[in-house]
């Protein structure tokens, strides 16, 4: 049964409403970026953005996680206002972005759980051997868990940030929205392989995924493919 049957025969969960993009303008400073905007995504749905630098994907990310407001529209979880930072959201946000939040001092052992104790599931025992199961360790990271992450390389911070995302499936008490930017920028054709994997199980587990991409468009996962243009218009 797809989430738009369910959305008809049966009362809809609040996670499992459609987040709805209505009437949305989008700008960095007083400069528009993306105007108008109409769309929605249903629970287990997944949107593909590409376009050239500078058409406002990245904005566009920030502005349905609430990072930055948006300059006119709204964005609902069915008729309500869509609120990912309060603590009783039925639709738990991740938000990966080229700034990937990693303490430079930490371990990626440590930064992994911190994670977990922050989603608040999980232990929080520094030998948790979880984190070095195949479920969570999907992006090989196990040889520089125990690095502090100042001493990573740019890609292994990538694939360690990206692990986040396995702690997401290894406690899906909650719906989920991955909110992705360019996750994919680094990665080898084995770890998009990977990446792919894990976001077709988020929306088989009922979540949802909005990811922005310079790759090709033929990623299997995407049930549309939002293109931004220079001239402010979106097609798809």
């Given amino acids: 049964m797809t989430a738009s049957s369910r959305l008809h025969n049966a009362p809809a969960l609040p996670a499992d409403l459609p987040l709805i993009v209505r009437g949305l303008r989008v700008g960095r400073g007083q400069k528009v970026l993306l105007d108008d905007m109409n769309w929605q995504i249903a629970a287990g749905q997944a949107i593909l953005i590409t376009g050239p630098n500078g058409t406002g994907k990245t904005s566009l990310l920030r502005t349905i996680a609430g990072f930055i407001p948006p300059m006119s529209g709204e964005i609902l979880l069915g008729d309500s206002r869509f ?51 195949p479920e969570i360790d999907k992006f090989s990271c196990a040889p520089f868990l125990d690095t502090e992450i100042r001493h990573l390389s740019g890609g292994q911070r990538q694939r360690l940030a990206l692990s986040r995302l396995a702690l997401d499936l290894a406690t899906t008490e909650k719906r989920y929205l991955w909110l992705l930017d360019e996750p994919d920028s680094a990665l080898d054709i084995e770890g998009r392989q990977v ?9 088989a587990s009922g979540g949802r995924v909005i990811m922005t991409s310079h790759q090709p468009p033929d990623m299997q996962f995407a049930h549309r493919v939002l293109e931004l243009k220079n001239t402010r218009q979106a097609s798809s």
């Fill in 83 to 133: 609120a990912p930072h309060q603590p009783d959201t039925p639709l738990r946000l991740s938000y990966y972005g080229m700034a990937d939040g990693l303490a430079e001092l930490m371990t990626g052992r440590d930064a992994l759980l911190q994670y977990v104790k922050f989603r608040g599931g999980g232990r929080t025992d520094p030998v948790n051997p979880e984190i070095d199961s």
């Fill in 195 to 203: 990446l792919e994997e894990m976001i077709s199980d988020m929306l």
